[in-house]
C-alpha cells in the first residue's frame, strides 16, 4: 500500500515539473543562437533606421540661382510626408533602441515567454510603421525623379539633384530596415514555437 | 526490486506522452475560439482589400470641358503609385481568399502547428504590402488634394473631384485591411503559444 502511494506522487511530481524541463532544455541551445542572431539583426535595424531618418531629416539643398516656377530651397521640411518619414523612422529606430535590452535579456534566458511575445507584438507594429513610411516617401520620390504629365507635376530632381540624392538614399536606408524586421518578425515566430 | 522497476517505467511513460497531451487538451476550446475569429476576421479583411482594389481599379473621371494645363481624363493608370497599389491589393485580397482554407482547417484542428506557422508567415508579408501599397497611395492622394507649393505642384482634385473621393475611398479601405491584417498577425502569435 505504502508503495503504491508513492508511485502516484512521482508521477504527478514528474507530469508538474519535471516533463515541462526535459522539453526546455533540449532546444535551449536553438534558442540561444536565435536571440543572439535577433539581437544582431537589430542592431543593424537601428543603424538602417536612424541612417534612414537622419539623412531624410538632413536634405536640404539652396541653388544658387533663381528660376521662374522653383524656390531657392529645398528641404524635407516642404512635404509632409517625408515629415512623416523623419518622425515615422525615428519612432522605429527608437523603438528598436529600446528593445535591445529585452533582447540581451532574451540572450540570458532564451525560454523566456513575455519579453519574446512583447518584442514580436511591437516589431509587427514597428514593421508596420515603416512599411508606409517607406512606401509613402517612395511614392514622392518616384514623383519627385519622373513627375507626372497627366496630374502636370514636373520631376523637381532636375533642379535639386543633391536633395533627391539625399531623398533616394533614405527610402533605400528605410527598406532595408523593413526587410531586417521582416527576418526580426518571422525569426521570433520560429523562437516562439515551443517544439 | 521488481517494483522499484515498474516505478521507473511509467514515469518516463508520462514524461514522454501524457504530461503533453494534459496541456493540448486544456487549451483546445480556448484555441478554437482564436482559430473562428482568425476565420472571421479574414473574410473581413478579404472584403476591405477587395474594396480597395476594385474602387482604385476603376477610379476613373472624364471632364466636360477642357483647361490649359489639364487633359480631359483622370484615371488610375496615370499615376504608377495607384497602378501598383492596385497591384498590391489584388495580391493581398487573391492571398486572403487563398487561405480561408488553411483557416477552417484550424478550426477544424486547433492545435494543428504547420498550418498555423504558414499563415502567420504570409500574413505578414500580407501586412507590409498592404501598408506599403496604402502608405505609397495615401502620399499621392495628399498631394492630389492639397499640392504642394515648395515643388509647383497643383491639387488636382479640385479639378478631379470624383476620381479623388474613389481614390481616397480605396486608401481607407486598404488601412481597414491592414488593421484587420495587425489583428490576425497578433491573433495568431498568441495561437502559437502553448500555454
Redesign the interface.
Known amino acids: 500500500m505504502s ?1 503504491t502511494i ?2 502516484t506522487e ?2 504527478s511530481a ?2 508538474k515539473g ?3 524541463l ?1 522539453a526546455t532544455t533540449t532546444y535551449t541551445g536553438y534558442k540561444k543562437g536565435i536571440a543572439i542572431f535577433d539581437f544582431l539583426l537589430r542592431l543593424g535595424a537601428i543603424v538602417a533606421a536612424l541612417a534612414a531618418a537622419g539623412t531624410m531629416g538632413s536634405s536640404e539643398q539652396t541653388l544658387p540661382f533663381f528660376t521662374q ?3 531657392f530651397r ?1 528641404s524635407y521640411d ?4 517625408f515629415q512623416f518619414f523623419v518622425i515615422a523612422m525615428s519612432i522605429v529606430g527608437g523603438y528598436l533602441v529600446l528593445s535591445l535590452p529585452f533582447s540581451i535579456v532574451l540572450i540570458i534566458r532564451p525560454s523566456a ?1 513575455a519579453p519574446k ?1 512583447l518584442l ?2 511591437l516589431d ?2 514597428a ?3 515603416n ?10 520620390v ?3 525623379h ?1 513627375g ?1 504629365s ?5 520631376a ?1 530632381c532636375q533642379q535639386f539633384g543633391d536633395f533627391c540624392q539625399k531623398v533616394s538614399g533614405a527610402v533605400v536606408a528605410s527598406f532595408i530596415s ?1 526587410v531586417a524586421l ?1 527576418f526580426l ?2 525569426l521570433s ?1 520560429f523562437a ?3 517544439h
Chains 1, 2 share one sequence.
Open positions: 508503495t508513492d508511485i512521482e508521477t514528474v507530469a519535471k516533463a515541462p526535459i516656377f522653383f524656390q529645398a516642404d512635404l509632409p510626408t515567454v511575445m514580436v507584438a509587427i507594429v514593421l508596420t510603421l512599411a508606409a513610411a517607406g512606401g509613402a516617401a517612395a511614392a514622392v518616384y514623383l519627385a519622373n507626372n497627366s496630374a502636370n507635376w514636373l523637381i523593413a521582416v518578425v518571422v515566430g516562439l514555437r515551443r
